[in-house]
Structures are given as C-alpha cells and as structure tokens.
C-alpha cells in the first residue's frame, strides 16, 4: 500500500546529516525553500481544526493558550472564508482554551441563515443543489451542539430541517452527501434512513494503483462511509489492514484533514492504540508552545530562502545541484504570475546561477548596474539593503563598482551594525581594499566584546565579523563574548545546524545562520559553528 501523497526527492542523492536538515524547509506549495521562522507560526483554521480533533481522538486532551489577538486574526480568518464552516473550524480551539474563538452571539448568527425550507445556507457555498445546502447544514448543526443550543431550537424550526432531510434521502448523490445528511440527523436525535445504511465501504483493492488525488476521494468517500455507519449505531466494514499501511506509509506527509479522517476510520475499525503511535509522534513534534500546531504543508516558498539555502550549501561544502529547485524556479516564471520588481528577479537570476552554474545573465548585469536596486551611494540607513543586494549580485556572478559610501557616528548598536555591514559588503564583493578609514578594528572591537548591547544574532555576527575582516586577532576576551553572544542560539526543533534570531525570539533563521557561518568561517572553524568537515571542503 502507499499514502494518499508522496513526498518529493531525488532518487539516489546521498547528501551529509548537516544538509539534510534543509528538505525540512522545501514547501509543498511550490518547491522552493522557505525561512524557517515561520515553523513558529500556527496552522491556519481548517488544518489547526483537524489536528486538535486528531489529538483529542488518541486521548491527548489538547490544551491551547494562544494570545486574544491570535484568536482575534483566526476567527477573522474563518469567518472569511466561511460563516459556517469557518465557525465549525473553530470549535475546537474553542473547546480547548481559546474561549474567544466563539461566543454566545454565533449561535444567533448560524441560525440567521437557515432557511424556511430547513436547510442552512452557507454564502460560501451559495444554495445552489443538495450538496451544498447539506454541507452547510451539517456544519451548522455541528456548531449549534458544540454551543449546546441545538436543544433551544424551536419545534417547528427543527421539523422542517429534519422534514428536509429525510426528503432528501431519495436524491442523494455520492458518499459525501450521505455522512452529512447522517451526521445532521444524529445530531438532530433522528433515526438514519435505511437506505443510506445499504451503501457498500469503498474497495481498497487497487489502491496502490490510483493516482494521488483518486486516493485521496477514495479516503474522504470512506470517511463519510464511517459517518453513515456510526449516526446509524452500526459498525462500520472497513478494510483494517489496508488502511492501516496507508497510516504507516502517510502519517509523516499526510495533510492534517486526511490524518483525522484516516484516524477516524481506523478507530471505527477497532484498530489497536498502537497504530496510531506514527500519528501522535508526529502531531507531538508539530506542537507549538502554545499547544496549537505549525502546518509546514502550507508554507511558502521564494527565492530569497532558497538563495541563503544555497549559500550555506556552499560556506559547508556541500552540492548545490537541486533539479526540484530548478523546477519550482521554471515553474514560477512560466507561470507569468513571477514578480517583476527589480529585487525579486535578480534574486531569481542569482539562485539560477548558483544552481544551474556559469555567467550571470543580461539582466542581472543591468540590474546590479540600476542605482534604484543597488544603491549607488551608501548610508547609515540604507547599509542593510545594499550589502543584501550586493551580496546577490556576486551570487549572479556580477562584479559590482565600489559605492560612495557616507559617514557616520558609530555610536549606538544600529549605527555600528550599519558600519559594519559596509565592511562585510565590500569584502564580500571582492573589494575589502575600499573600506572607508572611519571604520576601524579598534572602534568595533569595543562593541564586539558586548553581545548583549545587540538585538539580534545577526547584528552582532555581523559586527565581529568586520572587526576580523579589520584585522581583529580572535582572542580569549573575544572568544568569551563570541561564547555568550551566538554559541547559546543554535538550534531548533529539527533544525539542530542553524541559529536563532536572538533577542527573544527562537526561531531559527537563513539569514543569521549566513552570517555566523562565515564568520566561522573567517576564524578558521575556531568556534566550531560551521558543520563538521566544512573547514576543508568549504569554498
């Protein structure tokens, strides 16, 4: 058997433990990269829904504690995509903390779209045919009882739904319309037509034979199976051992919808607490500090992560041949949808060269050569943007002039970072020979000896890194500071080989990593940052 989707690789490739970290990051969405600080980002409504009812299906009992003006955007959220479903959504955040997920005023705006037919109308769905009036029933009635006011529903209202439903029975098409049309009448206290209950479980057969998306309707057509079977007390007639290797194979790539489906079917099943230990280790590892989940499946790629990724590719030695990068990079650009501003296509341009090897293009050259994308004069303020930019162009393979490069007071932790960030981009560009006198090793070195005046990893990174580039010997006073301002920020959940942000926040990050990476790098591997090995076969 195999999984309702398959993860994506190159056949054969035998990359180090250290460079394995970053398939971590490879979106689903589209095949590039993507920055790992929003591995700290929850799950939106629909998938966080799913993974909570996943949870609390195996007996974890979820707890959430999720700030008031998270639960604000996440209601927002729903409720845009949908006053029904998005409301069905939040249910389980509310049930597990979030009490601001939900409130006494939703009960009164779910049952201002019912009809005088009985059915429910969910704007999302429009009122056009069976499935959608039943969906949006089924999903009203599911938040009226988690609110307990399905009880307050008056007789007459509750007839004419449940009038409607059995009318309905008789038009029933497909599996789907027949677990929401189960499921509403349960809800509703109502028998389950005998008809619907006659419905056969989907065949697994030929399942390692379906295409993935045909998999994925044969798991959805079971589920609703086991809802008909379950709102009728019957037990349902799946196929155990089937979907058991299915949870085997998927439970690590499954998405969060088909997790819960699929645990729903094999507890109907009667299969064994075992069978769900893949599920639970995952979800588990998934769980952010506020008990909610992160959803990597839904994370965006773009070609400034995948950039960093292939710098430190480089720093570490490793290969930076990527045929799936070089895909999701042809399939952005022949999509027309690619963004045409200046930045964004000489990142493209750049991550091309890298990857693929050879010249930079026409186009980059004429966009390292456009002041509005690299500054041609260089301040206090702008420092950051061109030393990035900069950067990117020696990745196109673009040498770049040296700019006018402005003075300013390094007095004050911004300020320095800034002065500091000219040196790392002239070095970095092949010009460390014009480095401005103001800047100087004895004046950073002041700075590089106190990491806690520094707000992020990368500033200060990028601080002691110009003092060396200076000329700044490594010494024990320095060593010490290096000791508490970076060495406590590397790592974080599966990503062991990258830094943090610093400066509170825990998330690791491309850019930081970048910039401590080459610092190690410029110290010869002295603070044992860089991965293993990477000393002798960096470039």
């Given at each position: 058997m195999v999984s309702c989707t398959s993860a994506g690789g190159e056949p054969g490739r035998r990359e180090p433990a250290g460079a394995r970290q970053f398939q971590l990051l490879v979106s689903e969405q589209n095949g590039y990269y993507y920055h790992p600080f929003l591995r700290q980002e929850p799950a939106g409504p629909q998938a966080q829904s799913y993974a909570l009812?996943?949870?609390?299906?195996?007996?974890?009992d979820p707890r959430t504690g999720m700030a008031a003006e998270r639960v604000a955007s996440f209601r927002r959220e729903a409720l845009e995509a949908s006053p029904l479903w998005g409301r069905e959504w939040l249910v389980p955040l509310w049930r597990t903390g979030a009490r601001e997920a939900l409130g006494a005023a939703d009960a009164a705006e779910v049952n201002r779209l019912r009809t005088a037919g009985g059915w429910y109308v969910d704007p999302a769905l429009g009122n056009d045919g069976d499935a959608a009036r039943l969906g949006a029933t089924w999903a009203a009635l599911e938040v009226l009882d988690a609110l307990g006011r399905l009880p307050?529903?008056?007789?007459?209202?509750?007839?004419?739904t449940v009038s409607w439903l059995r009318a309905t029975t008789g038009r029933v098409r497909g599996l789907d319309q027949a677990g929401a049309?189960?499921?509403?009448?349960?809800?509703?206290g109502e028998p389950v037509p005998a008809p619907l209950t006659r419905i056969a479980a989907p065949r697994t057969d030929d399942f390692a034979d379906l295409t993935p998306d045909a998999r994925a309707v044969r798991l959805d057509d079971t589920y609703s199976y086991v809802l008909v079977q379950e709102a009728a007390g019957k037990r349902p007639a799946v196929d155990r051992r089937n979907w058991e290797a299915v949870l085997r194979d998927g439970a690590a790539t499954l998405s969060y919808e088909q997790l819960h489906h699929l645990v729903r079917v094999l507890k109907a099943a009667g299969s064994p607490d075992s069978a769900f230990t893949p599920v639970?280790?995952?979800?588990?590892?998934?769980?952010l500090d506020d008990g909610t989940v992160r959803d990597p499946d839904a994370y965006l790629g773009n070609p400034d992560a995948s950039l960093f990724v292939q710098r430190l590719r480089a720093?570490?030695?490793?290969?930076?041949k990527d045929p799936a990068l070089l895909t999701a990079l042809d399939r952005e650009e022949a999509s027309g949808e690619a963004s045409q501003e200046g930045p964004e296509r000489l990142n493209r341009a750049a991550l091309r060269?890298?990857?693929?090897?050879?010249?930079?293009?026409?186009?980059a050259r004429s966009l390292c050569a456009d002041p509005r994308v690299l500054p041609a004069t260089v301040t206090e303020t702008n420092a950051g943007q061109w030393q990035r930019t900069a950067?990117?162009?020696?990745?196109?393979?673009i040498t770049t002039g040296?700019?006018?490069?402005?003075?300013w007071r390094a007095d004050t932790p911004d300020r320095v970072v800034a002065a500091a960030t000219v040196v790392v981009g002239l070095a970095d560009s092949g010009r460390r020979d014009a480095v401005p006198s103001w800047i100087d090793a004895g004046a950073l070195k002041r700075w590089a000896l106190h990491p806690d005046r520094f707000t992020s990893v990368y500033g200060y990174a990028l601080v002691v890194r110009a003092y060396a580039l200076l000329g700044g010997p490594l010494d024990a006073t320095l060593r010490e500071a290096l000791g508490r301002g970076i060495t406590p920020y590397r790592g974080c959940p599966g990503l062991p080989g990258l830094h943090q942000v610093g400066g509170g926040d825990q998330a690791c990050d491309l850019k930081t990593t970048w910039s401590v990476w080459t610092l190690d790098r410029q110290l010869d591997g002295a603070m044992g940052w860089l991965p293993a090995g990477a000393t002798e076969n960096g470039k």
């Open positions: 009812r996943t949870l609390s299906a195996l007996g974890r307050e529903l008056p007789a007459a209202d509750r007839a004419a049309l189960a499921r509403s009448l349960e809800l509703l639970l280790r995952r979800l588990d590892g998934e769980r720093l570490a030695g490793w290969s930076r060269a890298v990857t693929e090897g050879g010249d930079g293009s026409a186009a950067l990117t162009c020696a990745d196109a393979g040296v700019p006018a490069v402005g003075e």
